[in-house]
């Protein structure tokens, strides 16, 4: 059974940062693409970054650049989202997936998700 938990959210003031982890199980991460995705209130799921196998990034939404980084170690099995420089529109549940198919993390039609990651950025 694949299952992929996210943790490290919380509270913060602006300016501050968080990382955030996503432990994968009952699959082999190196394979994957994977994504992290978040869904502030009444917006849209959004695609924030994705890694392919190599753990090289192959994507970054606009307003994060410069201040979110990913980066995975598939031998923990772990994905990271580094967030520095947190603004109050980065409040928001935040979510990894994983595919193995680069276009489904992209259409945000992932086939495994994580239950999701409160932040909340207060200004």
């Known amino acids: 059974q694949v299952q992929l938990v996210e943790s490290g959210g919380g509270l913060v003031q602006a300016g501050g940062s968080l990382q955030l982890s996503c432990v994968a199980s009952?699959?082999?991460?190196?394979?994957?693409?994977m994504g992290w995705f978040r869904q502030g209130p009444g917006k849209e799921r959004e695609l924030i970054a994705a890694a392919g196998w190599s753990g090289g990034e192959t994507y970054h939404l606009d307003s994060v650049k410069g201040r979110f980084t990913m980066s995975r170690d598939n031998s923990k099995k772990t994905v990271y989202l580094q967030m520095n420089s947190l603004k109050p529109e980065d409040t928001a549940v935040y979510y990894c997936?994983?595919?193995?198919?680069?276009?489904?993390?992209?259409?945000?039609?992932?086939?495994?998700w994580g239950q999701g990651t409160q932040v909340t950025v207060s200004s």
């Open positions: 009952g699959l082999t991460l190196s394979a994957y693409y």
């Open positions: 997936a994983a595919d193995l198919n680069y276009g489904n993390i992209v259409r945000r039609r992932a086939g495994y």
